[in-house]
């Protein structure tokens, strides 16, 4: 992809041709100090924290602080920039080295098109000014913002929070397996909650089969409007 056709998939044309050069440069790509995107993300992380952080201000008026710091917190999300990253294929106009661009779809090198991404904000803002930068991410944050009836939070809270809505007891996480060696084992965890069908997960660690088990039943719980 060429950067004017890139340019028209984000819908911001730059003035500054660096400036988005350099928003898409890693470190790899480029011997010279400061010649990739790592300054402007450092940027944009903090514009796209302001420019959320106001609309949902805006947008959920009777929500208190804790709540609003929680959606917040989903919103500038590694994950969440990831999205944004290939929805515009970011990855496809990104500058780096060969060796680098294998391992991208390693996990622990998946952090650099949400650096990426938050670079590239930072590069709209000094290119233009808030406003532009605003319209680009309210376009690819729009649905998100609106996505969760609730604030995202720990999946065992959330649960325990609709069953007391329900005036239901709090969920049972019971121990249904332990298989593996000591120093490696796996636990099955089964979720109950009176009147909701049971569900079950396995993890290396108790408390992370618990959280994946409440998580299965809060989506089932979400999807078919049992709240």
């Given at each position: 992809?060429k950067t004017d056709e890139?340019?028209?998939?984000?819908?911001?044309?730059?003035k500054?041709?660096?400036l988005?050069?350099?928003a898409?440069?890693?470190?790899?790509?480029?011997?010279?100090?400061n010649?990739n995107?790592?300054r402007?993300e450092f940027?944009?992380?903090?514009?796209?924290?302001?420019?959320?952080?106001?609309?949902?201000?805006?947008?959920?008026?009777?929500?208190?602080e804790?709540?609003?710091?929680?959606?917040l917190?989903n919103?500038?999300?590694k994950?969440t920039l990831?999205?944004?990253a290939?929805?515009?294929?970011?990855?496809?106009m990104?500058k780096i080295?060969?060796s680098e661009?294998?391992?991208?779809?390693?996990?622990?090198?998946?952090?650099?098109?949400s650096?990426?991404?938050?670079?590239l904000?930072g590069?709209?803002y000094?290119?233009?000014?808030?406003?532009s930068v605003k319209?680009?991410i309210y376009?690819?944050?729009?649905k998100?913002?609106?996505?969760?009836?609730?604030?995202?939070?720990?999946?065992k809270?959330?649960?325990?929070?609709?069953?007391?809505?329900?005036?239901?007891?709090?969920?049972k996480y019971?121990?249904?397996k332990?298989?593996?060696p000591?120093?490696?084992?796996r636990f099955?965890i089964?979720?109950?909650?009176?009147g909701?069908?049971?569900f079950s997960?396995?993890?290396?660690?108790i408390?992370?089969?618990?959280?994946a088990a409440?998580?299965?039943?809060v989506?089932?719980?979400?999807?078919n409007k049992l709240l």
């Amino acid at each position: 992809m060429k950067t004017d056709e890139f340019e028209k998939k984000i819908n911001y044309k730059f003035k500054n041709k660096e400036l988005i050069n350099l928003a898409l440069t890693h470190s790899s790509f480029s011997n010279k100090k400061n010649l990739n995107y790592e300054r402007l993300e450092f940027l944009g992380d903090r514009v796209l924290s302001l420019v959320i952080s106001e609309h949902l201000f805006i947008k959920y008026p009777n929500e208190n602080e804790g709540a609003l710091s929680k959606r917040l917190s989903n919103l500038v999300s590694k994950q969440t920039l990831l999205e944004v990253a290939n929805e515009i294929n970011i990855r496809e106009m990104l500058k780096i080295d060969n060796s680098e661009k294998k391992n991208l779809k390693l996990k622990k090198n998946i952090s650099i098109l949400s650096d990426v991404c938050e670079a590239l904000i930072g590069a709209i803002y000094l290119d233009s000014n808030l406003a532009s930068v605003k319209k680009f991410i309210y376009k690819h944050w729009k649905k998100k913002v609106s996505k969760n009836i609730l604030p995202p939070q720990d999946p065992k809270s959330l649960l325990q929070e609709v069953a007391q809505k329900k005036g239901l007891d709090l969920p049972k996480y019971i121990l249904k397996k332990k298989e593996g060696p000591a120093h490696s084992p796996r636990f099955e965890i089964e979720v109950y909650l009176k009147g909701i069908k049971k569900f079950s997960s396995v993890s290396k660690t108790i408390k992370d089969a618990e959280i994946a088990a409440a998580k299965k039943m809060v989506d089932f719980i979400f999807k078919n409007k049992l709240l």
